[in-house]
Nanobody, 126 residues
Framework: VQLQASGGGLVQAGGSLRLSCAAS????????MGWFRQAPGKEREFVVG????????YYTDSVRGRFTISRDNAKNLMYLQMNSLKPEDTAVYYC????????????????????WGQGTLVTVSS
């Protein structure tokens, strides 16, 4: 599967952005998927994801309550709605998919994902 992320940009602190991830094929029921981000000079970190077939979503603590993941299965799209953005949210955001049947404890680990979008830059100014 090929993934393409889009929707990044420059926003002031407190603002919102919605990222999109377009997949080249149906992903629902086939691939666990998630969003990751990498800030300048930092390691890539997990943001949010879900197992194959949907089900519960798993958010990293720093974004819980501010970010929401969703998907349009008919269009093979996944979204990340980001509200109340903070300067520390500045990063390149990547969508990812895995061919593995991940369990809950594995969803947040980047090494479990095989397919990555090209990334979209989100810059939050203070």
């Amino acid at each position: 599967v090929q993934l393409q992320a889009s929707g990044g940009g420059l926003v002031q602190a407190g603002g919102s952005l919605r990222l999109s991830c377009a997949a080249s094929e149906r992903t629902y029921g086939r691939y666990p998927m998630g969003w990751f981000r990498q800030a300048p000079g930092k390691e890539r970190e997990f943001v949010v994801g879900f197992r194959r077939g949907g089900g519960p979503t798993y958010y990293t603590d720093s974004v819980r309550g501010r970010f929401t993941i969703s998907r349009d299965n008919a269009k093979n799209l996944m979204y990340l709605q980001m509200n109340s953005l903070k300067p520390e949210d500045t990063a390149v955001y990547y969508c990812a998919a895995s061919h593995l049947g991940l369990i809950m404890s594995e969803v947040g680990r980047g090494e479990n994902y095989d397919y990555w979008g090209q990334g979209t830059l989100v810059t939050v100014s203070s």
